[in-house]
């Protein structure tokens, strides 16, 4: 991984946890951060070009990354990394925030 990775943050509607997710780490000079969700209600979906930029992807649910390996399984994917994180939270609830510093955390920092 890069030493300021781009890294794509995804979520079922992109109203929660990945928001949550993109504005706890927005101002990290350790990456670049971005939010998208799966949903096509979601603010903001996600594009393949999300999926080209990303150096690392990181989704909720086992189930949201086996779609997004389905559903764009002509590009050369990007490493997706599952927090396993259940979709309980309102936006920045500070448990789902504890939550993804940890995650997020232990992978910038190799583990």
Known sequence: MPSKPNILVVCGR???RSRTAE?????????????VGLSPQSPRQIRESDLVWADLVVVME?????RIVKEYR????????VLDIPDEYE?????LVE?????????LEGG
């Open 74 to 81: 002509a590009l050369d994917l990007p490493t997706i990394h």
């Open 14 to 16: 992109n109203k929660r």
């Open 99 to 107: 939550l993804l510093e940890d995650g997020i955390g232990s992978l």
């Open 91 to 95: 936006y920045l609830d500070p448990e």
């Open 62 to 66: 086992y189930r949201q990354s086996a």
């Open 23 to 35: 504005h706890v780490f927005k101002n990290d000079s350790r990456m670049s951060i971005r939010s």
